[in-house]
């Protein structure tokens, strides 16, 4: 079924935005595709939709997919030699094929207004009829066609459709039909001189040697286009796949103005890309035979396969997100970790330019195993990076008789001879309980707050020893000047 040919596949984001999801597990099964034949991954701006695109989004493009690791082999910021990989750049190449399929009478030009075409459309509902373009342009003489032009009309280009079934077959979904006399002639140039979505990618897709073209089940009804476009050009058509549609949680359509859609929004929650990347995997294949769910990307790359691609919509379940990105975080080792915190606890502003890594690394370990989010990070930090307030209310509340002064001189006493070290602590930290003979929740609620300043930490013992001696000391000084 796959042909011989070197693989070469592309994404191809219109950069209205940042890099989008929905583009990001599209690229991320071309990589995997391409990587695993020893294939070529391209990647393509489609940016003739000129009032929406941005350079800014194309560079959120670019570091959507980097953040990912899906580097492209050819692309517009590293040439290759089918550029240039903008659309933008390529309309005389657009304008020559146009010419090519007027010269050979398969398109014409249709002088037909915005309102013309609504009223026809209006009147093909009411008479029950499907709405289509009637072809009225078809067949303008020269003359017909000075006339418009002289109205100031500027014509649209149109292919012409031949009726009949033309199908494909996908490599995901099998054998896929449409029966192109319902179609009409559609349009392939714009009044502006900018070619439509659907002939653009036709020409790009050829003449950038495409063996395969990829991307969501909402393009289905586009490849119709496109292959009679190829059909009219004489061209052969790449093959075709295209994966399942992702939707919300809520089941709708996933759509930009919609929920956190763009990479860089998931980058800035503080999920990691291999989270993402195998989270991503998921969504419209699975390698099958096996409840394995945390992959590599080198590991996908020789797993992943079309034929186990689903065809069934593909819902956006951020719980399993953070899953997978609880499963990841855990993976890490404590210093790649803690190095992609910083600029989680630099943004929280509990962290400054020098950063003791050492120290960081430590407090990293003793997180890392509840961390679901990096930037959850900073809440779990708080403690180790700033002095906490000393919460006098709750101290209060839970000492009851119990003599807090007593107790913290008994502790800081002992401690202070001890050689900072977890059991060592641990130890001296027991022997005073068993001496003064407070209830094991109270003392060590007391000693929690005393020292973290809050009930919920890491466990009390190594974070003491994380902390150092003299913060912890003095931590409970603090204290107990708070009470008295
Ligand atoms: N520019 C199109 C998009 O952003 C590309 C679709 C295709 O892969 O052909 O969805």
Known sequence: MIVNKIVRVRIAPSPTGDAHVGHARTALYDYLFAKQRGGTFVLRIDDTDTARNTATSEEGVYRGLRWLGLEWDEG??????????????????????????????KAYECYCTAAELEAERQAQIEAKDHPRYSGKCCNLTAEDKGHL?????????????????????????GWIEADTSLMGDFIILKSSGIPVYNFATVIDDHLMEMTHVTRGAEHIANTFNQLLTYKALGWTAPHFAHFSIMLNEDRSKMSKRKGATFLGQYAEMGYLPEAMLNFLAFLGWSPGGTEEEIYTLEQLQKLFSLERCTVSNAVFDIKKLDWINAKWIRILSPEDLASRLVPFLRKADLLGEDVDMEFLT???????????????????????????????????QLLGDNDAQVCISAVIDSLESVDWD??????????????????????????????????VSPPLFSSMAVLGKEKVLSRMQRTAASLY
Request: with cysteine.
């Open 149 to 173: 032009q002289a109205e100031g009309r500027v014509p649209t280009v149109r292919l012409k459709v031949i009726s009949g079934i033309v199908g494909f077959t996908d490599l995901v979904r």
């Open 362 to 396: 430590q407090v990293t370990r003793l997180i890392q195993e509840r961390l679901p989010r990096l930037d959850e990070a900073a809440t779990a930090c708080t403690t180790f990076l700033r002095e906490p307030a000393v919460p006098v209310d709750e101290l209060r």
């Open 422 to 455: 977890e059991a060592e602590i641990e130890q001296a930290i027991r022997r005073i309980q068993e001496q003064l003979g407070w209830s094991t929740k109270v003392y060590y609620m007391f000693l929690r707050l005393a020292v973290m300043g809050s009930k």
């Open 76 to 105: 517009p910021d590293k040439g290759g030699a089918y550029g240039p990989y903008r659309q933008s750049e390529r309309l005389d190449i657009y304008g020559h094929y146009v010419n090519e399929l007027l010269a050979s009478g």
